[in-house]
């Protein structure tokens, strides 16, 4: 798959976060109306619209690359929403940190984290 190609909801590739906002965001010359993933192998689309309840399965494809992240951004929304122990327990026995914040402010410093090469990843929840 090469660079910047769209398979199945999957952008091969670390592509900056370009903007967010009107429930999306755009990255790769392209939009995304939903929820994203951007992790070290591609941008994915992230079936979650809320940060309320957030479990262990969201984060699947996050604890999968765990060797290639040390750091997840997680932008929970407009609002910056706490996650529970048991799920803040996986991410330090799979040891990476777990960094919760406002959407605008988890895509801003992944792309900050991103530019300076770091092993940074963000899951971030679309606003309007």
């Not at 765990?66 to 330090?92: H, K, Q, Y």
Request: hydrophobic share 45%; net charge neutral.
């Amino acid at each position: 798959m090469p660079p910047g190609r769209i398979y199945d909801g999957f952008v091969r590739g670390r592509h900056l976060i370009d903007a967010y906002g009107n429930g999306g965001f755009r990255f790769a010359d392209m939009s995304h109306r939903g929820s994203i993933l951007a992790l070290p192998s591609g941008v994915r689309a992230w079936p979650v619209r809320s940060a309320q309840g957030l479990s262990e399965d969201d984060f699947a494809l996050v604890l999968v690359e765990n060797e290639a992240v040390e750091l997840l951004l997680l932008g929970t929304g407009l609002d910056i929403v706490p996650v529970g122990e048991a799920l803040r327990r996986r991410f330090r026995e799979a040891r990476i940190g777990l960094d919760v914040m406002q959407t605008g402010a988890a895509a801003r410093t992944y792309n900050v984290l991103a530019a300076e090469n770091r092993r940074v990843a963000a899951a971030l929840i679309a606003v309007e």
